[in-house]
Nanobody, 116 residues
Framework: QVQLVESGGGLVQTGESLRLSCAVSGGVYSLISMGWYRQAPGRERELVAR?????TYADFVKGRFTISRDNAKNAAYLQMNNLKPEDTATYYC????????????WGQGTQVTVSS
């Protein structure tokens, strides 16, 4: 049974940094991509960054956030710098598995709160 565990969220002030981690365990034979999404209260979940061979970013985080992955550890990271109050949300890790699963799996999320 595959499990995703996010960590690293917390309460910070505007301009500070956080590093989120997503650890994947169990049931991973082929990991195609890993991504970070976020959802603020009353808003839809949105893509923040995703990495397959190369990273892609939402416009609102370009230049501030960096996604990386460690294939040996089946882990993904999101370095978030210069955080803003509008970055406040629950951040979710999502993986795309290849054969034999061919599915997407979400983590439980980690809360990021940025105070002004």
């Amino acid at each position: 049974q595959v499990q995703l565990v996010e960590s690293g969220g917390g309460l910070v002030q505007t301009g500070e940094s956080l590093r989120l981690s997503c650890a994947v365990s169990g049931g991973v034979y082929s990991l195609i991509s890993m991504g970070w999404y976020r959802q603020a209260p009353g808003r839809e979940r949105e893509l923040v960054a995703r990495i397959r061979d190369n990273p892609t970013y939402a416009d609102f985080v370009k230049g501030r956030f960096t996604i990386s992955r460690d294939n040996a550890k089946n882990a993904a990271y999101l370095q978030m710098n210069n955080l803003k109050p509008e970055d406040t949300a629950t951040y979710y890790c999502k993986i795309q598995r290849g054969w034999p699963n061919s599915d997407e799996v979400w983590g439980q999320g980690t809360q990021v709160t940025v105070s002004s």
